[in-house]
Every structure is written in C-alpha cells, then in structure tokens.
C-alpha cells in the first residue's frame, strides 16, 4: 500500500491534473501528469479504473491493485522523485487479461517517460 502522502484522494486534485493536458499512453495504461513541482514535498498519485472497462468491481480493483503495487515497488527500489505534483494512472480494457509482469512493464516504461 502507497504511503498516505503519496495519495491522490479529492476529486479537485484529479481534475487539476486532468487539466494540465500532459499525458502519455503505453500498453493500454495513460498517465497524466499535473503541475511541475516548486517545493520538496512528496508525489501524489491516483489509479482510476472506469466502469466503462468492466461492470464488475472485482476486476476494476484488480487492475487497480496491479498498477498500485507496480509503482510502490518502483518508489521502494529507486528512491523515484517525479517532478510533477501530482500523477494519474488510467486503465483501458487492454489490461483485462494481463498479468503483474506486463502491467509492471507498461508502468515502468511510463515511468521512464516522465
């Protein structure tokens, strides 16, 4: 579980990011980007799974927990400090049927991106 100051919880912070306009796609994940950091304080992040992917929760949360424990597991080993104040991972319908290894490869290369 990502520490709680890492999290992205209020709708206004996920619109903000959403505004910015700066986004990448990879593997059927997109990560948006918010405003470029000013101050030392840590990155918040938020995983957003629509309903429109699929109409059971179970699997929504699945791929959720799957993006989650990707980019925890990236924090853990790299010390990774984005310069964004904030990020947003989106799912779309190709990450149904993928396994830890491919969503953690798609994550990482998004990553890499930013």
Do not use: W
């Not at 994940?29 to 992040?45: E, H, M, S, Y």
């Not at 980019?71 to 790299?78: A, G, P, S, V």
């Not at 290894?101 to 998004?110: E, F, N, T």
């Amino acid at each position: 579980m990502l520490p709680r100051e890492n999290r992205l919880k209020k709708r206004s912070a996920f619109a903000a990011t959403y505004r910015t306009g700066k986004s990448f796609h990879r593997d059927g994940i997109t990560l948006f980007c918010g405003r470029v950091k000013k101050d030392d304080i840590p990155t918040r992040v938020g995983f957003v799974v629509s309903k429109k992917i699929h109409k059971r929760a179970v699997k929504r949360n699945r791929i959720k927990r799957l993006m989650r424990e990707s980019y925890r597991l990236i924090l853990k080993e790299t010390n990774f400090s984005p310069q964004y104040m904030s990020l947003v991972f989106t799912a779309s319908t190709k990450l149904l049927d993928k396994n830890f290894s491919q969503v953690d490869s798609a994550i990482k290369k998004l990553v890499s991106l930013i």
